[in-house]
């Protein structure tokens, strides 16, 4: 069954219109739900104003009113603003609504609590690319979640991008990896530009040549099916310029460096939804 037919005649609820609300609606609308079968509601009222331009959108006068509208409740605020978005939707939700979080770090445990009642409830670790519908998500169904329901969860989040469901306990790592991961990517074009830049290069063309070669790579893993280290050997030449690079890269020990982070990054994840 298509995306499209799973979510058909579903009313959706998005609150918080922000960076990610805004992607997700947009992949929606674009993907597999009509318009008028979705509410959003955001404090910035600025923020509906501009999402209302997607399509016929109803913008909600309260939380609570776009909990009552939606058969699916999507929490796209600030952790830190979750618990009270919870505490005042927590009477409009219908026995059988399906309600997923996308708050980093915060678990299903806490937000069962918030809710102070039964709720079928879905954890979500997007990522940013979500904003272009190249996102990566991964989802853990809590303790009342039906297998309609994580069909239902799946074809929300496949209209941003890739899904996969995991464990919960696994989602701290899931955070470090393609949460934190877009970052890593990032900073790897920019030291690629400040180099290009110290040897005499002027900054948009090596911008130009980074930006490119970074969404070229991607597109080519995107595509294949291959490992990283047989597209390695498809580019660098034995004697070549990329094994030169390359054998820097590893004797100064980009590995562990990588490795490292990723552990930094997973550490942290889990301070923050102890
Ligand atoms: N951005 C990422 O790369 C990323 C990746 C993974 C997960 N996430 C998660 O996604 C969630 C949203 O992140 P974001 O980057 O989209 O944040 P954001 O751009 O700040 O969006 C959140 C929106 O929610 C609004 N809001 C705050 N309290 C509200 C309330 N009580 N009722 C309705 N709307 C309210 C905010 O309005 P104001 O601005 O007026 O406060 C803002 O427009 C976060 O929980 C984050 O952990 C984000």
Do not use: W
Not at 22 to 33: P, Y
Not at 142 to 157: D, F, T
Not at 207 to 234: C, H, M, N, W
Request: proline letters at 4%; aromatic letters at 6%; a positive charge.
């Amino acid at each position: 069954m298509s995306a499209k037919q799973v979510l058909s005649g579903l009313r959706i609820g998005v609150i918080g219109v922000g960076n990610m609300g805004q992607a997700l609606v947009h992949g929606l609308v674009e993907k597999s739900v009509y318009p008028q079968n979705i509410s959003v509601f955001d404090l910035d009222k600025k923020k509906i104003t501009e999402i209302k331009k997607e399509g016929r959108i109803k913008g909600a006068a309260s939380t609570r009113q776009c909990a009552s509208l939606s058969d699916v409740v999507i929490l796209a605020v600030k952790p830190q603003g979750l618990q009270p978005v919870i505490e005042e939707i927590a009477s409009s939700i219908e026995p059988g609504t399906l309600v997923i979080s996308i708050a980093a770090g915060v678990t299903l445990k806490k937000i069962e609590t918030y809710f102070k009642k039964q709720v079928s409830l879905v954890r979500v670790m997007p990522n940013m690319p979500a904003l272009v519908g190249s996102g990566m998500s991964a989802y853990s169904p809590g303790r009342h979640v039906s297998e309609k329901h994580k069909k239902i969860a799946e074809a929300i989040l496949s209209s941003f991008g890739e899904v996969v469901l995991v464990p919960e306990k696994l989602l701290d790592l899931v955070t470090a990896v393609s949460g934190s991961g877009p970052a890593y990517y990032f900073l790897l074009t920019e030291k690629l530009i400040e180099a290009a830049y110290e040897m005499g290069m002027k900054v948009d063309v090596a911008k130009r040549l980074a930006y490119q070669t970074a969404f070229g790579s991607g597109k080519v893993l995107a595509g294949t099916s291959e490992d990283p280290e047989d597209l390695i050997a498809k580019v660098a030449s034995k004697g070549g310029t990329t094994e030169a690079a390359l054998k820097v890269f590893q004797k100064q020990g980009l590995g562990k460096i990588v490795h490292d982070a990723v552990k930094a990054a997973y550490k942290r994840s889990k301070e923050l939804s102890r």
